[in-house]
């Protein structure tokens, strides 16, 4: 009988938290109606709403209406970046960013290039740690309307330097936007933000839940057109069952960060001694000390990352990868080519609540293997 499969990509997507399930369900009865009407269903769903929105804003140390539901992350980050530019449009149209923001974010800068408006790329370190002077320079520039700052590289797990940025954006009066969707849930949140997005499939809510927090004195204007929703800041009715799911399962992450931190953090340091001691030309990418808990990438020469993940998944690893030249982009990771490491044969490693040490000892007894079997295929011996 073959073993369990092991799941082994909550950086993507978080199985669902038994919290998010229970209150899933109990809401599929109680949340279905429009919470903008008056009658007695749709006071109950706004109830809920309210009751959602103050659990997720309390859970984050902001206030209830700082805080909007949106259909996904993207979507929260796609309005975080555009709405930021549109409300300072007035001081200028430059945007900053990392190299390494996530791709939601790189498609808005694009958007807002096309319609005429300029970005600046700050480059990060070997580690993918941001280059704080360079950062600083571009922030002090003239016409800067937004700086972004992922606040953990979701590739390879590096922790931003962000109340350093912060500081540096306060000092040339920058609202400093945080893609916070590795840390919501898992870890404290970072000092000197204006805006701030995370997605709830992240921490084992819902998929198709994002927040979008945008602080008081802010200027921020929404990209969409009008609509009452959520303050104006999102458009459409939401997936309230959804939205009470992802606030409920904040909360009781949130509770268990500390205590999972603990667990996670030595399965992860295990990966990445024993993936460079026991697998020949790899390169374990990212800050060995100043990361994310759960995440872990590496590398090996001579291999294609998609062959490597199929291989994995044959063997009932389902792993991710940032990388190589997969058949869909025929382009590497642009976070991996920021940072000028391998980025060919990569895999990314992320762990989560389920993750049991029997399961990361199975995936470093096979994977040395695996890796050897295809270098073989592919006419790659005696290393």
């Known amino acids: 009988m073959s073993a369990s499969p092991v799941y082994l ?41 309210d009751a959602a929105r103050e659990a997720a804003a309390q859970t984050l140390g ?25 409300g300072r449009r007035r001081v200028g149209a430059t945007l900053v960013h990392s190299a390494i923001e ?38 002090a520039a003239p016409g800067v309307a937004l ?12 922790v931003q330097p962000v109340p350093a940025a912060a500081e540096a954006c306060a000092e040339s009066g920058v609202p400093l936007y945080v893609d ?6 898992r870890a404290p949140l970072p000092a000197g933000w204006s805006v701030l997005t995370a997605s709830a499939h992240k921490w084992g809510g819902s998929p198709g839940v994002g927040l979008l927090v ?35 399962s904040l909360r009781a992450a949130a509770a268990d960060a500390a205590a999972e931190t603990a667990r996670l953090a030595p399965l992860v340091d295990r990966i990445r001694a024993r993936v460079a001691a026991e697998v020949p030309d790899v390169e374990v990418v990212g800050d060995p000390v100043d990361r994310l808990p759960h995440l872990v990438t590496f590398s090996c020469l001579y291999l294609d990352g998609e062959a490597l993940l199929q291989a994995l998944d044959r063997r009932g690893f389902a792993v991710s990868s940032g990388s190589s030249c997969t058949s869909s982009t025929l382009r590497p990771s642009h976070v991996l080519e920021a940072m000028g490491v391998l980025s060919h044969g ?15 000892d199975r995936f470093l007894a096979e994977l040395p293997g695996i890796v050897a079997d295809l270098r073989a295929e592919a006419g790659v011996t005696g290393l």
């Open 214 to 248: 945008v602080r008081k004195g802010t200027r921020w204007e929404s990209p969409f057109p009008a609509d009452e929703r959520e303050s104006g800041r999102t458009p459409g009715v939401l997936n309230l069952p959804a939205v009470v799911a992802a606030a409920a």
């Open 102 to 139: 996530h791709s939601a974010v790189l498609h808005a800068a694009e958007q807002h290039v096309a319609g005429g408006g300029d970005t600046v790329r700050v480059p990060v370190d070997r580690l993918g740690r941001l280059d704080l002077d360079s950062w600083a320079a571009a922030v």
């Open 9 to 49: 990509d909550a950086a993507t997507a978080a199985p669902l938290h038994p919290v998010a399930r229970q209150a899933l369900l109990a809401a599929l009865d109680d949340g279905w109606a429009d919470p903008g009407k008056l009658y007695t269903q749709a006071r109950r769903a706004r109830q809920l709403l």
């Open 180 to 185: 916070a969707a590795q840390l919501v849930g």
């Open 62 to 86: 902001v206030r209830a209406d700082e805080l909007s539901f949106t259909p996904s992350g993207t979507a929260a980050a796609h309005a975080a970046v555009l709405g930021g530019l549109i």
């Open 346 to 360: 990569n895999v990314r490693v992320s762990l989560h609540r389920d993750t049991t040490e029997a399961d990361v």
């Open 147 to 158: 700086a972004a700052l992922i606040g953990a590289s979701h590739e390879v797990g590096t």
